[in-house]
């Protein structure tokens, strides 16, 4: 079955640090990953997505995400965490053949410190 | 509206009581999805609606859950006997395509059971 993990459900960083929040999924297709973030109060907003091509992918709010094959990992990055980036973090993925059915993990919670 | 619109955005009922949940997609978003967030946990994958096709019911956790769409407009999530495992926020997304579309989320119902 399709499966995401998100092994770390808090993760605390002091602002200006850098940040990798990971994500290992298992799928017998060739996946369509994303990450989403939810900030207090607010609804899911896509960070970024990966499709195919380059394995480096670059999103909003100084955001990026390297696909790996061969760990089966999407893990999100970002070189100096600011406050307002304190939220939850979901990894998502699809497949071709799944149809539409995005699975998500459990989320990872980001506080940052000052 | 611009967004994924949810009404209500709490709802508190009584235990036994049937509740119904409300959601409009985007104008013009062919697929429509509802999930189920309960606290401190991810997203769970409820039920899928893509155009006129049979929706997949698959993430329907028993059959006091049912959903309806009519074409590609209003959705509405009706849970009957509610249950105090019931309490979550529940989750509608809609997206333009398949697959490698984006979900757009609206902002959820949050669920009290009590």
């Known amino acids: 079955a399709q499966s995401v993990t998100q092994p770390d459900i808090h993760i605390t960083v002091s602002e200006g640090a850098s940040l990798e929040l990971r994500c290992n999924y298992s799928y017998g297709a060739t996946p369509y990953l994303f990450w989403y973030v939810q900030s207090p109060g607010q609804g899911l907003q896509l960070l970024l997505k990966y499709f195919s091509g380059d394995t480096l992918v670059q999103g909003i709010k100084g955001f990026e995400a390297e696909f790996k094959r061969s760990q089966s990992s999407f893990n999100l990055r970002k070189p100096s965490v600011h406050w307002s980036d304190a939220a939850e973090y979901f990894c998502a993925v699809g497949a071709r053949g799944y149809g539409n059915k995005l699975v998500f993990g459990a989320g990872t919670i980001l506080r940052v410190k000052s | 509206g611009a967004g994924v619109s949810q009404s209500p955005s709490n709802k508190v009922t009584e235990k036994g009581k049937d509740v119904e949940l409300r959601c409009d997609p985007i104008?013009?978003?062919?697929?429509l999805y509802w999930y189920r967030q309960r606290l401190g946990q991810g997203l769970e994958f409820l039920i899928y609606f893509q155009g006129n096709s049979a929706p997949d019911k698959s993430g329907l956790p028993s059959d006091r859950f049912s959903a309806e769409r009519t074409g590609e407009s209003v959705s509405t999530l009706t849970i009957q006997r509610t249950q105090q495992e019931d309490s979550a926020v529940y989750l509608c997304?809609?997206?333009?395509?398949?697959?490698?579309?984006?979900?757009?989320f609206g902002n959820g119902t949050r669920l009290t059971v009590t």
């Open positions: 997304a809609s997206t333009s395509g398949q697959g490698k579309s984006p979900l757009h």
């Open positions: 104008s013009g978003h062919t697929a």
